[in-house]
């Protein structure tokens, strides 16, 4: 029946392949729920919508919101490896008619760094900081709780939001997507000293 509906369907309207939600829901169902959990429902489907085709996948690995969550806290609260540094998770990566990737992981810089280096990092809040090329890359300050004083290793929790090389992805949808994966973060998990994500990361500066 879905096949035939999918042909019915191709038949009023120029179809991309039936890769609805509910194809992305059945043939990704823990990395489409992540997205959605990440970035907005709204958005993803916007997103889905413009970069739809017949090659549309999702290809990062089934990472749900709480390993994502248990995965950073454990960074902060456990001794920091020098070695081994701390873990990139690859949050939401979908490609057909353009690509998205976006990435989180505790920041490399300090706070401290960040605050120094004004031609490369523009505050957009207390303790919130973005930096911009082809990428939006917002760094914020995030105490998780239980973690005594010195010892959380760093503080600044970095998001990197890759553009869509499909011509329809705005700076505005950019930034907004930018906006609510770290506001998303920040909720998820409990950021002591309840960091500010702004609406407006003033990228045009």
Not at 34 to 55: E, P, V, W, Y
Not at 101 to 109: E, G, I, L, P
Not at 141 to 164: E, F
Request: aromatic share 8%; charged share 20%.
């Amino acid at each position: 029946m879905r096949i035939a509906w999918c042909g019915v369907v191709a038949g009023l309207v120029l179809s991309t392949g039936c890769s609805d939600e509910q194809s992305l829901s059945e043939k990704y169902p823990t990395q489409w729920k992540t997205c959605k959990a990440l970035f907005g429902a709204q958005n993803m489907d916007s997103l889905r919508d413009m970069i739809d085709s017949d090659a549309l996948k999702i290809s990062t690995p089934p990472l749900s919101v709480s390993q994502l969550k248990k995965g950073l806290t454990k960074e902060a609260l456990e001794p920091y490896d020098k070695r081994k540094g701390f873990s990139e998770f690859d949050v939401c990566r979908m490609s057909g008619n353009g690509t998205f990737q976006a990435t989180v992981a505790w920041s490399a810089d300090t706070l401290k760094a960040v605050q120094f280096y004004t031609k490369s990092w523009n505050r957009v809040d207390k303790d919130v900081y973005v930096s911009r090329n082809s990428n939006i890359y917002l760094v914020f300050r995030c105490d998780i709780n239980g973690a005594s004083t010195g010892q959380q290793k760093q503080v600044l929790l970095g998001a990197r939001v890759s553009p869509s090389s499909n011509p329809r992805f705005s700076a505005a949808f950019h930034q907004q997507l930018t906006v609510n994966l770290t506001r998303t973060l920040k909720n998820e998990l409990a950021c002591t000293n309840k960091p500010n994500i702004p609406d407006d990361l003033q990228l045009s500066k």
